[in-house]
């Protein structure tokens, strides 16, 4: 199994950002994709959950409002569009796929089975 996450760089606050994480190795409308982040000397923290028919997403407050989460089954791709980005915002972005057949929503990096490599984001004031 793999999840390629792409799309990050350098940008200014307030611009935007759209990821990608393309998925194989496993049957991709079976399971659910978040997006998590990683700031230096911070933990692994939750950014968006979508689930496997994108009928259901979810995300963090700080998040809520100016990303938005969501996922094409025939290209075995998920997607995070980031728009009005602030400072806070840089960190390293991981997408990642729980267990297959997940219904509810998880937001804790424990639940994940599978991760990508991850893509740098910096955002500049």
């Known amino acids: 199994v793999q999840l390629q996450a792409s799309g990050g760089g350098l940008v200014q606050a307030g611009g935007s950002l759209r990821l990608s994480c393309a998925a194989s190795g496993l049957s991709f409308y079976l399971y659910a994709l978040g997006w998590f982040r990683q700031a230096p000397g911070k933990e692994r923290e939750f950014v968006a959950f979508i689930g496997r028919s994108s009928g259901s997403t979810n995300y963090a407050d700080s998040v809520k409002g100016r990303f938005t989460i969501s996922r094409d089954n025939a290209k075995n791709t998920a997607y995070l569009q980031m728009n009005d980005l602030k400072s806070e915002d840089t960190a390293v972005y991981y997408c990642?796929?729980?267990?297959?057949?997940?219904?509810?929503?998880?937001?804790?990096?424990?639940?994940?089975?599978?991760w990508g490599q991850g893509t740098q984001d910096t955002v500049s004031s």
């Open positions: 990642a796929a729980p267990f297959p057949n997940i219904r509810d929503v998880r937001t804790t990096p424990g639940d994940y089975r599978y």
